[in-house]
């Protein structure tokens, strides 16, 4: 019998790991990764090295959660981490379970092992069925739960509620989380410069620093958006780090980058601001069509253009 032949880079694709966590599940919704070689990563740095590095041929990570918002090691990294690009994104809505050793009671339950996001996503609900608990960090959800058959102190931990299906824990609780609506909203990244082809309903993600620190720099930077008729669907700021009160603007707009409404946006940041950096034009996981003004549509700009040409050649006008 033939020895299966190892997977290529080709084949390979990164997530935050153990197997169960929310980054998994949302790679589960990638067609392309189905049967393929899925590997399991620490952190979100180590996940864009492999793809950097070529060992993957993208990863899945965590960018945006509709309680805590933008996940700032992400943003980070995707603005100091070159030849990136964002090809997808996808949706995991996010609920917990405490879980414990077989035959503990949510009575016996003192200190409590979770990942901070998910800490704070139910802290309400351990506060009230839990009040005197202490609390330690851990480094995933799944790993929360794992650690308590790794010499944890803890006497229970806060897990995804697929826990059981890769340890033997029984749950003192289920849907503790405090906002039974939050979703993570997960981008598959890659080296891959082509670009999905549009759809009507896609979403375009840039990083943006400022061309100085003066009133009205920010103002200035949205109006090549606003006057184009752009809508923006998240726009959060990050330290650059290399100064106090220095910040670069993380930026999701609506639409696809061949839309001539946000290159013509794309074009008047690139000649105002002194970094811009493009991470992806991509379907939204929605798949929400996008709804702008008539007088923003594609042949308004194209029109224009023309115009001008024939301002600049001498042609005959034409009413």
Known sequence: ???????????????????????????KQVPEAAGKHWRSVNNVGEALADVTTGRSTAAMIAIENSIEGGVSATQDALATVPGLRIVGEYLVPVNFVLVARPGTTLAEVRLINAHPVAYAQSRGWLERHLPDHGYIPAASNVQAAASLFDGSQADAAVAPPGITDHLDVDVLARDIGDNPNAVTRFVLVSRSRALPEPTGADKTSLIVELPDDEPGSLLAMLEQFSTRGVNLSLLESRPIGDALGRYRFVVDLDGHVSDERVADALLGLRRTSPKVIFLGSYPRADQREIEYHSKFDDEIFIEARDWLRGLVSGEPDVD
């Open 1 to 27: 019998m033939t020895e299966a032949a190892p997977a290529t880079p080709e084949q390979t694709y990164s997530y935050l790991g153990p197997a169960g966590t929310f980054t998994e599940a949302a790679l």
